[in-house]
C-alpha cells in the first residue's frame, strides 16, 4: 500500500499544483523570501531539458524555484525532482576541498596548489613511462557542453591523450550508433510536438511516467485521441495508464519488429514514396520473410493474433505512427538491430519527417545530446569524425591547433578501457561527473580493478560517492546551479543553465578545474580563448558550420534564453535560416533526404542472437533493472539529499515478485529475500505484485548492490552494455 502511495505521489505533477506551490510543502512563502529578481534555467535531471524560473535574492542568490510557464518543452510543469533541484547543494556531504590519500590510505584535505601539482606529476610520470594509452578518462552526460569539450580537447589535444568515454555510453550509445549507420548521422528526428500529433504512440522499452514525468504530460496533451501502445516486459507505471499493453518476452523485441515488418509488407500496407528514400528494401524484404507472427510468437512471448493486431495499428494508413525508445532498448546486447528495426518500420511506412511520426530515441541524461555533439571522446567536436582528414584539418584551422595533435585513431570505450586496466596498459583513470563504482554493469570487477590503477582521480560535487571513496584524489567540484553553460535536450534543443549559488569551500566548476589544469600542464596556451563558458560555445557554435548539427545561425546565450531554446540545425545561411527561424518546434528529414552520402536510409538488419545469460535450473528467474520512481536520480548522490525527494521513495532495496512466484518461494509481502547471480547477492524485501510476469523479477538501479548481479555483455556495434536481463536466483531469507 505504502508503495502504491508513494507511487501515486511520484508521478508527475499538473499545472494546478504548479500554480499552487503550498500543495507541494512549500507553504506560504514568507515576505523575506519574495525573489528580488528572477533569472531561468533548464532543469540538470534528466534530458527532457524543462526550464526552471530561478527565484532570486538582492545578492542573486537562488531562493527557490519554480516550473517557467512559457518554455515550449515544459508548459509550466516540473516533476519532483525539478522542483527540488536545488536541495542537492546543501548536503553535507559536498567535497568542500580536494583529498588526496596519504600513505596509510588516509583521505588528507589539500589546497588546490597540492591537489593540481600531484594531479600533473603523476599523470605526466605515468604517460613519459608508459605512453600516451596509458591513461583514461571517463565522464558525463550531466555537465555543461562548454564543459565536456574543454575535458575532451584538452585531454586529446593538449595533454595528448587517446583514450576516454562518457558515462552516456551505458545509456544512449545504441541509439547514437543506429542513427549514425541508417541515417549517416547521430540525428534523433522528433520535436516534442510529435507527441500531441501523432494518432499511434509507440512506447517501446520505456516508462515516460516514472523516467520523464512531463514527456508524459506532453502525451496527455495530445487532442488527436491516440492509441498508446507500451511494449514493455513489465506493466509499469506508463503501462498501466497507456490504451494497451504488449507484455513482451524480455529481448523478444527484435524478433517482434521483424514479424511486424513481415507483416506489413506482405500486406501491401508500405509507402513507396518513402521506401524511393532508402537502401536495402528488397534485401530487407526477403529476410523478413521468415519472420512470420507464428515463428516469432514464443520469443515474443506474445499471440500470434497479438502480433498482427499490432501490426495493423502501427500501419493503419492515413495514420501519423511515432515511435520512442528508451534503455529497454538500448540497454541490450543487439540494442542498435532492434533500434534499427524500428527505424525500418517507420521507412517503409513513410512515418518520418512529418508532424507525429518518427523513429524517437529519447536520451536519458541532461546533457547526453551535448556529449554527443562536443565531448570530443567518441566523435571528434562539433559533429566530425576523427578517422576523417578533411574533419581534422577543419577542426585544426579553426581552433588554431596543430593538425597533428588531433588523433585519427578511435578511443577505447567504456568497457574496452576497463579491460585494458585489467591488461595492465591504462594505469591512471580520471573520473569525471560520473559513479560507476555503482552505476556500471558488474561493478565488483571495478573493485579488482582498482587495485591495478596506478592513480584514481574522481572529479564530484561530493566526497562520499562509491567513486570518490575509492580514489586517490578528490577534486572538489561545483555542481547545477553553481555554475552556466549549455545543455541539449532529447529534442535537440539548446537550453542555457546558470550559477544562481556559490559553491561550498573550495569547490570550483569543472571549467575552473580544467582551466587550471590546461595551465599547469603547460598547455594553457592552446585555449586562450577559451576564457568563460559563453566564448567556448561560440568556438563550439563556429565548428559546427556546415555540418548536420550546424548551429552558425545562434548569436549568444541572449538568444537561446530569448527563444525558448533553439534545436539543431540552426545554420547561418540566409535561405536555411529564415526557414528554420519561424518555428519553435522543428522535425528533421521533412524533405526525404537523409545524411548519408546519396542521401538515402539505410535499413539494417542482422538475425537475432540468443540471450548470452538465458536462465537455467540454478537462476530459474529473469532480472529486470530500470528506474524506481520520479523522485530518484540514478545513484542517488544528489536527490538521496534531498529530504523531500528521500521520503518519496522506498529508502531500502526492494524486489518486484510475481505473485505466483511468492507463493511458490513461500514469501509474504515484504519478506526479506535473497538475489543471487553467477556474479554476486543482494538482500531486498519483496514487493509482490503483478506488475512483473512470472519468472520476472525487478530491481531499481538506485541501490548498490543491483550492479553487483548484472551481467557485463554488451552489443556489438555499441558497446553499450546489457543492463537489462540476466539470470538470478531469489530465495527467501
Ligand atoms: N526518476 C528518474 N528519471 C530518470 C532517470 C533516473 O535515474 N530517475 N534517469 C534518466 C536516464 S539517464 C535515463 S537513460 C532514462 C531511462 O528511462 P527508461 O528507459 O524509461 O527507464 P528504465 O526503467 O531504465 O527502462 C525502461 C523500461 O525498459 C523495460 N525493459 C527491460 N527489458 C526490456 C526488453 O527486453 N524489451 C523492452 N521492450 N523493454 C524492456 C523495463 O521493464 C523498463 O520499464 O531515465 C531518465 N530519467
Ligand atoms: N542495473 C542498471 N544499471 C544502470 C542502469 C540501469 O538501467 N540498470 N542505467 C545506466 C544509465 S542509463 C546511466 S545514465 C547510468 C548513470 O550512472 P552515473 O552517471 O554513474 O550516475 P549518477 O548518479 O548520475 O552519477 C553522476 C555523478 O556526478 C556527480 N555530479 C553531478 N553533477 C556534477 C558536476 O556538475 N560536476 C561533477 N564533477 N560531478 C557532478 C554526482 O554527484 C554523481 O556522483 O547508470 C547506468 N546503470
Ligand atoms: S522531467 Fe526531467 S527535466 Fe523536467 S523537471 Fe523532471 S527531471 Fe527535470
Ligand atoms: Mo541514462
Redesign the pocket.
Known amino acids: 500500500m505504502l508503495k502504491k502511495i508513494l507511487k501515486q505521489h511520484t508521478g508527475p505533477l499538473t499545472r494546478d499544483l504548479v500554480q499552487e506551490p503550498g500543495r507541494f510543502g512549500l507553504g506560504k512563502i514568507p515576505s523575506r523570501l519574495k525573489p528580488a529578481s528572477t533569472t531561468t534555467s533548464i532543469c540538470g535531471?534528466?534530458?527532457t531539458g524543462c526550464q526552471l524560473k530561478i527565484h532570486l535574492d538582492e545578492a542573486g542568490n537562488a531562493i527557490n524555484l519554480s516550473p517557467q510557464s512559457g518554455y515550449p518543452v515544459n508548459l509550466g510543469m516540473a516533476?519532483p525532482?525539478g522542483w527540488q533541484a536545488l536541495d542537492p547543494l546543501d548536503a553535507t556531504d559536498r567535497a568542500t576541498t580536494p583529498l588526496l590519500r596519504d600513505e596509510s590510505g588516509t583521505f588528507q584535505p589539500v589546497g588546490w596548489d597540492t591537489a593540481l601539482d600531484t594531479f600533473v606529476t603523476r599523470l605526466k610520470s605515468i604517460k613519459e613511462t608508459h605512453g600516451r594509452e596509458s591513461v583514461a578518462f571517463l565522464s558525463t552526460?550531466q555537465i555543461p557542453f562548454e564543459e565536456m569539450a574543454l575535458l575532451g580537447c584538452l585531454f586529446k589535444f593538449g595533454m595528448g591523450f587517446l583514450h576516454c568515454d562518457a558515462n552516456t555510453r551505458q545509456?544512449?550509445a545504441t541509439a547514437v550508433t543506429a542513427y549514425k549507420q541508417s541515417f549517416g548521422f547521430d540525428a534523433p528526428p522528433a520535436t516534442y510536438a510529435d507527441f500531441e500529433e501523432s494518432d499511434v504512440i509507440v512506447l517501446?522499452?520505456?516508462?515516460?511516467c516514472?523516467?520523464?514525468p512531463i514527456l508524459w504530460q506532453r502525451v496527455m496533451l495530445n487532442r488527436r485521441n491516440p492509441e498508446i501502445i507500451v511494449?514493455?516486459?513489465?506493466s509499469?507505471e506508463t503501462a498501466q495508464v497507456a490504451t494497451q499493453h504488449v507484455a513482451?518476452r524480455?529481448?523478444?523485441?527484435l524478433p517482434l519488429l521483424y514479424a511486424l515488418a513481415h507483416c506489413i509488407i506482405r500486406d501491401g500496407r508500405i509507402d513507396e514514396t518513402s521506401i524511393g528514400n532508402t537502401e536495402g528494401f528488397s534485401e530487407f524484404s526477403e529476410f523478413v520473410t521468415d519472420y512470420t507472427p507464428a515463428s516469432v510468437a514464443a520469443d515474443a512471448g506474445l499471440s500470434i493474433e497479438a502480433i498482427e493486431q499490432l501490426a495493423a495499428t502501427v500501419s493503419e494508413p492515413g495514420k501519423r505512427v511515432s515511435w520512442w525508445w528508451?534503455?529497454?532498448?538500448?540497454?541490450?546486447y543487439e540494442g542498435v538491430r532492434v533500434a534499427q528495426a524500428i527505424i525500418n518500420l517507420c521507412l517503409i511506412t513513410g512515418n518520418i519527417g512529418k508532424p507525429g511520426t518518427g523513429p524517437n530515441s529519447?536520451?536519458?541524461?541532461c546533457n547526453?545530446m551535448g556529449s554527443r555533439l562536443f565531448s570530443n571522446t567518441t566523435s571528434l567536436v562539433g559533429g566530425h569524425d576523427f578517422a576523417n582528414p578533411g574533419h581534422r584539418s577543419k577542426v585544426a584551422s579553426s581552433l588554431g591547433i596543430p593538425e597533428e595533435n588531433i588523433p585519427s585513431e578511435p578511443s577505447l570505450a567504456y568497457d574496452e578501457i576497463f579491460d585494458a586496466v585489467e591488461a595492465g596498459k591504462i594505469k591512471a583513470l580520471w573520473i569525471v561527473a560520473t559513479n560507476p563504482f555503482h552505476s556500471w554493469i558488474n561493478r565488483s570487477r571495478l573493485d579488482t580493478l582498482r587495485e591495478k590503477l596506478d592513480f584514481l582521480v574522481v572529479q564530484d560535487m561530493y566526497h562520499s560517492t562509491e567513486s570518490a571513496r575509492a580514489a586517490d584524489l578528490v577534486l572538489p567540484a561545483a555542481g547545477w546551479g553553481e555554475k552556466s553553460g549549455c545543455q541539449i535536450n532529447s529534442e535537440r534543443r539548446i537550453g542555457t543553465i546558470k550559477a544562481v549559488k556559490k559553491a561550498p569551500g573550495l569547490a570550483l566548476s569543472d571549467f575552473r578545474i580544467l582551466r587550471l589544469i590546461a595551465d599547469r600542464w603547460g598547455c594553457g596556451d592552446m585555449f586562450g580563448a577559451w576564457t568563460d563558458p559563453e566564448a567556448v560555445f561560440k568556438i563550439l557554435r563556429d565548428l559546427t558550420a556546415g555540418r548536420p548539427c550546424d548551429i552558425t545561425g545562434i548569436k549568444d546565450y541572449d538568444q537561446l534564453d530569448g527563444e525558448g531554446g533553439i534545436q539543431w540545425p540552426y545554420p547561418k545561411s540566409k535561405t536555411q535560416h529564415e526557414k528554420f527561424k519561424m518555428s519553435t518546434q522543428r522535425r528533421l528529414f521533412e524533405d526525404g533526404k537523409f545524411f548519408t552520402p546519396n542521401g538515402k536510409a539505410k535499413l539494417l538488419f542482422t538475425a537475432p542472437s540468443p540471450n548470452p545469460e538465458p536462465t537455467d535450473a540454478e537462476y530459474p528467474f529473469t532480472l529486470?533493472?530500470?528506474?524506481g520512481?520520479?523522485?530518484?536520480?540514478?545513484t542517488l548522490t544528489r536527490t538521496g539529499k534531498s529530504k523531500l525527494l528521500a521520503r518519496m521513495a522506498p529508502p531500502k532495496p526492494y524486489v518486484e515478485t510475481h505473485p505466483d512466484d511468492a507463493r511458490a518461494l513461500g514469501l509474504e509481502s515484504n519478506a526479506s529475500v535473497v538475489i543471487r547471480s553467477r556474479r554476486g547477492e543482494m538482500r531486498a524485501s519483496a514487493y509482490i505484485a503483478t506488475t512483473v510476469q512470472a519468472g520476472h523479477v525487478?530491481l531499481p538501479?538506485?541501490y548498490p548492490e543491483v550492479n553487483l548481479l548484472t551481467h557485463p555483455s554488451f552489443d556489438p556495434h555499441s558497446r553499450q552494455p546489457n543492463y537489462?536481463?540476466c539470470a538470478v536466483a531469489v530465495t527467501a531469507v
Not at 204 to 208: E, K, R, S, T, V
Not at 629 to 634: L, N, P
Request: glycine fraction near 12%; aromatic fraction near 8%; proline fraction near 4%.
Open positions: 535531471f534528466c534530458a516533476c525532482k552526460g545509456c544512449m517501446i522499452g520505456a516508462n515516460l516514472i523516467a520523464y511494449i514493455d516486459p513489465r509499469t513482451i524480455p529481448k523478444g523485441d528508451t534503455m529497454g532498448v538500448n540497454q541490450s529519447i536520451t536519458g541524461q547526453a529486470l533493472t530500470g528506474r520512481t520520479s523522485s530518484q536520480w540514478h525487478f538501479m538506485h537489462k536481463a
